[in-house]
């Protein structure tokens, strides 16, 4: 069995980061200095099975994120190179309710599916409402967030719903097959419409609202927070158990990082499946007619923008 140790190498360790998108996977290993040393990347189909709903299996997601991970430090260790850990992106917005031992009891919603539009028309009659929701988590009532999802749930599958041990998300569901800790990093909880920007908590009420308890949902942690690879995915992977595994943020707030635009003023526009405008801020940005959302990226920074739901999805 090949693995990768320190005695592997005597050159600089890297860092594999491993973003995990709608569509696809992609693990790339960097130097200290951002410096790309290898890479690769798998794929796996988004599911429409009717009008409006867009899934995707959290299992062929999980085997594609060791594939690439596998894939990469395999390329490492005959560049004699040591890695130093693995770091997390995942695609927002994504639910699936998960069963008392972490797996999921359905594919895995996606940030766009947008079944719940008719919960979110009905919620935005009552505007008060939707304004005091939106000022504590800086997400507008909108079908792509988990809170509206589980909403969709209760409402239209109340077996399933009454099933529901945990709220899963992409982040937590890979952490945990990763670490053993059932965890998700402050930037994914600041994006399904249920964590308090101001308390940095779970928001009772709104989450009363959604008809769960706070014990269904993972605690909240740090986007810089790692603990070691569980000796099971270890294993797995063929990598040392206890191999720090950064917890990271998600993939919409990352782009400001990846492409430098982390000053005061400075404003990223990008296009991938979806499309956005996104500003670095110190603290939590809301806006009087509700049209933007706001994210963690790290504990004392934040990201303010909008998007819309067909950027480059149009050209297929």
């Not at 090949?2 to 960097?30: F, K, L």
């Amino acid at each position: 069995m090949n693995t990768i140790t320190p005695m592997d190498s005597v050159n600089q360790e890297v860092w594999i980061g491993v973003d995990v998108g709608t569509t696809g996977v992609r693990a790339i290993a960097y130097t200290e200095e951002g410096v790309n040393i290898c890479s690769s990347e798998a794929f796996y189909p988004l599911l429409t099975p009717r009008p409006d709903w867009a899934e995707e299996s959290p299992l062929q997601i999980l085997e594609a994120v060791q594939a690439v991970i596998r894939k990469t430090t395999e390329q490492l260790r005959y560049r004699n190179k040591e890695l130093a850990g693995i770091a997390l992106s995942t695609a927002m917005h994504s639910f699936a309710a998960l069963d008392e031992n972490f797996e999921p009891l359905h594919d895995m919603q996606t940030w766009a599916d947008s079944r719940s539009a008719a919960i979110v028309r009905e919620m935005k009659k009552d505007e008060a409402l939707c304004r005091s929701f939106y000022e504590r988590t800086g997400c507008p009532i909108h079908a792509c967030y988990p809170f509206a999802k589980i909403i969709w749930l209760r409402q239209n599958q109340p077996e399933l719903f009454r099933q529901m041990r945990f709220v899963g998300s992409l982040k937590d569901y890979l952490y945990y097959h990763l670490t053993g800790e059932w965890l998700v990093d402050k930037s994914t909880a600041s994006t399904t419409g249920m964590y308090n920007e101001q308390t940095l908590a779970w928001d009772d009420e709104i989450i009363a609202y959604a008809g769960i308890t706070k014990d269904q949902l993972p605690p909240v942690v740090s986007t810089t927070y790692s603990h070691g690879l569980s000796e099971k995915a270890a294993k797995n992977l063929r990598l040392p158990a206890n191999l720090p595994v950064v917890i990271g943020a998600t993939d919409g707030v990352l782009v400001n990082v990846g492409i430098g635009a982390v000053e005061p003023g400075q404003i990223s526009g990008t296009i991938g499946t979806s499309g956005a405008l996104r500003m670095l801020t110190r603290q939590p940005k809301v806006d009087p007619q509700m049209r933007t959302w706001c994210y963690n990226l790290t504990d004392d920074m934040w990201v303010a923008g909008g998007a819309i739901n067909n950027g480059g999805m149009i050209l297929r």
